[in-house]
């Protein structure tokens, strides 16, 4: 029992991470309803992008954050613009073969510009322990803990508080209406995927930090994102954040009482179970799309 | 399907007709994983690779000719390294092959090998028993866990004074080969086993496994993991605040792992059969040539390519022609002086001869502190 802090303290940790990590794909798959399987891939680029801005261009942490969400945020726009605008309307399908294969030309794009070697993100400080009692953490994840939490509020905030806000969920409930009414629809799902990329890259580059940037981890984060939102249900940031708690606690417990090998089938139990009993997610609005 | 297969026997068919037109090269094909999530080691083997090809081209090249390297992606999955095989024999018709990177690629493509009766060099591969399936063609210029287990063993019981060790490896093939032969060896000497753990390639946060390891108050904790795995892992043990003596095997002591894992990587020990910090005179030059090139010292697996495509090259010369049966008889009497000892091989194929270091990082370097020539399976 004395191993038990520890293990909630850990998957506490890890479920913020996974909660920021599947942010963007709240946004995007859960607003937009766009199956985006690149969504790895702009996790993956904001942690490349972060190790670039940090050891080539010289900058400190937190400004390299700045630029790396302006560089993604463009990313993220001309994507929506010139690629997505394109199958929208038509489906899920398209969008599927859409951003898979984005995806693979995300991956072999980085692999070609800065090949395949894990890379370091400068930290935004020292990497020792902090003891609490039992619990041993480190200043870098209470501090990405920290910033997480910062950029869910904020998200929440934009997408309840403000006008921009309101055109978003006027849009996604009906683009028709919303059109008619004067919102320009075209803009707001560019912003919608631009701010989406924009947090996964931010979640790339911080997580990055902590472990490091390589141009292949997007698979899994794609998978554990869908899992996330999935749990806590389409569209709701209250339920990124249970879903992600859910599944960083499960896997903590898994993996100290049970065994690490086989952590990773944990998540998808949880799907299955949630789409068993409870198919609309944790935390879902209730609401059919026109 | 009939008109494809009837089409895929007509191609063959010509191919086997057209006489292989005369090259003015020597062509020797190798696959190794370029994409996927061992890309960044296959390149370090494709950089030796290219080094060893240069060299030997640089001195005349072989039967009067300039050696070609022909570098084929097989992704470390079998069905890609056997699609990769089939291109080089039949479109390059290369001469010898070397590769693949991962046991179970190689695996699949030692038929492939035996079928156009083509020699086939791994510089990699350690899974134990692909040298126990008589297939004459194949030749392992590489360790394995076994061999490292018995090497070290002792000297790791008795320098590192250990009594409780905990085990954690990769869940695959090789990490749980690593951990099976270590914890054999070193139980067979008295150390406890209190922990044996594995986790997934691309994992990132150890933090739980570590709980674990804490509570398990082992003395020393052996790790089998690759390059970055391994860095993580390394890096959140400190993390954790804990002090216990680490260990292991994979691309540890290279100059990437340390680079990555920074500070955390002090005192930590790694059995290797390669490290750039060996101190032999022709090391010496290698790593000068290797680092004049690629502007980083190499490791296990840019030493891996340096000396499999030697030891092809060697045998191609000594051959003296490009027949394959000929170039498999002079592969068996190999004696290949590299960097690290001399190579010669087994009537299975197994090298043996050459010498394996354990190594200890201090201040950012892999320090040699023992050395033993790897001895024949018995």
Redesign the interface.
């Known amino acids: 029992m004395?191993?038990f802090p520890?293990?909630l303290a850990?998957?506490l940790?890890?479920g913020v991470?996974y909660a920021l990590s599947a942010l963007g794909l709240t946004l995007i798959f859960g607003l937009m309803r766009v199956v985006n399987f690149a969504h790895g891939e702009f996790y993956m680029l904001g942690g490349v992008s972060g190790w670039f801005v940090t050891n080539h261009l010289g900058l400190d942490f937190f400004s390299g954050l700045i630029v790396v969400a302006a560089f993604m945020a463009a990313v993220g726009w001309l994507v929506d613009r010139f690629l997505i605008e394109r199958v929208r309307g038509q489906g899920e399908e398209p969008g599927i073969l859409l951003t898979i294969g984005l995806s693979i030309f995300l991956?072999?794009g980085t692999?070609l510009l800065v090949?395949?070697?894990?890379m370091?993100v400068a930290g935004a400080m020292a990497?020792?322990?902090l003891?609490f009692g039992p619990i041993?953490v480190?200043k870098l994840r209470l501090l990405a803990v920290a910033v997480g939490i910062a950029l869910i509020v904020g998200a929440h905030l934009l997408i309840r508080r403000t006008r921009l806000g309101a055109a978003m969920r006027a849009t996604f409930q009906d683009p028709m209406a919303a059109s008619l009414a004067g919102i320009r629809t075209g803009h707001v799902y560019a912003a919608t995927f631009a701010l989406g990329c924009t947090l996964a890259a931010l979640s790339g580059m911080l997580?990055a930090s902590i472990?490091?940037a390589?141009?292949?981890?997007g698979g899994?984060i794609s998978l554990k994102s869908f899992v996330v939102v999935i749990l806590g249900g389409m569209g709701s940031f209250a339920g990124a954040i249970a879903g992600g708690l859910l599944l960083g606690v499960a896997?903590?417990m898994w993996?100290?009482y049970v065994?690490?090998?086989m952590?990773?089938v944990i998540g998808f139990v949880l799907v299955i179970l949630i789409l068993l009993f409870r198919p609309q997610g944790l935390f879902s609005i209730r609401t059919e799309r026109a | 399907m009939r008109n494809v297969v009837l089409g895929g026997l007509l191609l063959t068919g010509v191919a086997a007709s057209v006489p292989a037109q005369a090259q003015d090269t020597v062509r020797i094909g190798l696959v190794q994983p370029l994409?996927?999530?061992v890309?960044?080691n296959?390149?370090s083997v494709v950089e030796g690779a290219r080094l060893a090809v240069e060299d030997m081209n640089a001195a005349g090249g072989v039967l009067g000719k300039k050696i070609e390297l022909i570098v084929e992606d097989g992704q470390c999955t079998p069905a890609n390294s056997v699609n990769a095989v089939e291109k080089l024999v039949q479109k390059d018709k290369v001469v010898t092959l070397v590769g693949a990177f991962c046991s179970s690629a190689t695996a699949a493509i030692m038929p492939v090998a035996q079928k156009y009766k083509l020699p086939l060099i791994t510089g990699v591969s350690s899974k134990a028993s692909l040298t126990e399936q008589g297939n004459p063609y194949f030749f392992r210029a590489a360790e394995t866990d076994a061999l490292m287990a018995e090497a070290f063993a002792k000297i790791l019981a008795n320098d590192l004074k250990l009594t409780k060790v905990a085990y954690i490896g990769v869940?695959d093939d090789w990490g749980r080969g690593g951990v099976e032969e270590f914890s054999r060896d070193l139980t067979a000497l008295g150390v406890k086993t209190v922990l044996t753990?594995?986790?997934?390639h691309?994992?990132?946060?150890f933090?739980?496994?570590l709980?674990?390891l804490?509570?398990a108050k082992p003395d020393g904790v052996f790790v089998a993991a690759e390059?970055?795995d391994g860095?993580?892992l390394v890096?959140q043990i400190?993390?954790?605040?804990l002090d216990t003596k680490v260990f292991g095997v994979g691309s540890w002591a290279t100059a990437?792992f340390i680079?990555?894992t920074?500070e955390?990587a002090e005192g930590i020990h790694a059995a290797v059969p390669y490290a750039s910090s060996m101190d032999t005179p022709r090391n010496q030059a290698f790593v000068q040539k290797y680092q004049a090139k690629y502007g980083i010292k190499p490791g296990k697996y840019g030493a891996a390519g340096y000396n499999a495509l030697n030891i092809a090259g060697q045998a191609i010369a000594r051959a003296g022609g490009t027949d394959a049966e000929a170039i498999r008889a002079s592969l068996a009497k190999t004696s290949y002086e590299a960097p690290n000892g001399v190579y010669k091989f087994t009537d299975k194929g197994q090298a043996y001869g050459f010498e394996a270091v354990l190594v200890r990082i201090e201040k950012g370097e892999p320090k040699v502190i023992a050395s033993t020539p790897v001895d024949a399976p018995h």
């Open positions: 004395d191993l520890q293990f850990n998957g940790v890890m991470f991956v072999n692999l090949g395949p070697a894990p370091k990497e020792g322990p003891f041993a480190t997580l472990y490091s390589q141009a292949s981890v899994l896997e903590a993996g100290g065994s690490m090998g952590v990773d | 994409t996927g999530s890309a960044y296959g390149k869940n753990e594995y986790f997934d691309g994992a990132t946060d933090f739980t496994l709980t674990k804490r509570a390059t970055q860095s993580i890096k400190r993390e954790m605040g990437d680079n990555l920074g955390a």
